[in-house]
């Protein structure tokens, strides 16, 4: 990786950590410069726009998730033991153990769940993929006779995604110390159900 990739890379962490704390609204080149101790000039010469900035996170947190989260998921054997590994390695990465900050989708899908234009058109995009993998990584359990063959894909990725939801909220904001105890018992009976 270039200096000038390498140095992108340590802004965008940087941004992703701001935008848990205060929102992709909130983040601004501004916020970031001080953040960073770089000039807002040198800032404004990697995104241009706040618009360009906010989409640039959220490139960088899906290579992230997909380089931390995804993959190592499916490497895993096929069936149960895949599914198990993505739950797990997800609720790695919403507790900010993979991001300094946590999931920052989570916050953004609230911040522009109502607000048309091209951030709204990628959050929606990439949870649309982010459901589908989740489908597709049960789907090989169904061929692989660990879950029933009747068993919805498109239910348990929206099921299991609805975990990982609560799980965020009980522990971000709520800071419940059983939050994590609970998602896991709450999986364990998604799997259960589908067996």
């Excluded at 998730?65 to 590994?85: K, M, S, T």
């Excluded at 982010?130 to 049960?138: E, G, M, N, W």
């Excluded at 990725?157 to 522990?171: F, K, R, T, V």
């Amino acid at each position: 990786m270039s200096k000038g990739a390498t140095t992108k890379r340590a802004i965008l962490d940087h941004a992703a950590e701001v935008a848990s704390e205060v929102g992709l609204q909130g983040l601004t080149i501004g916020s970031l410069a001080t953040r960073t101790e770089l000039s807002k000039s040198g800032l404004f010469a990697h995104f241009r726009s706040k618009e360009a900035l906010q989409l640039e996170v959220l490139r960088h947190a899906r290579e992230r998730y997909i380089d931390n989260v995804l993959r190592p998921a499916v490497a895993e054997p096929r069936g149960e033991p895949r599914v198990r590994a993505l739950f797990g390695r997800s609720l790695a990465w919403m507790r900010g153990d993979i991001l300094p900050g946590g999931c920052p989708f989570t916050a953004a899908s609230m911040e522009f769940d109502d607000q048309p234009g091209t951030v709204r058109d990628f959050l929606v995009s990439d949870q649309r993929d982010l459901l589908d993998s989740i489908a597709q990584v049960f789907r090989t359990g169904i061929s692989e006779g660990h879950f029933r063959a009747d068993a919805d894909p498109e239910q348990f990725a929206q099921d299991m995604l609805g975990i990982e939801m609560s799980y965020m909220h009980a522990h971000r904001l709520l800071r419940d110390p059983k939050a994590e105890d609970r998602a896991r018992k709450a999986f364990e009976a998604l799997l259960t159900a589908t067996r």
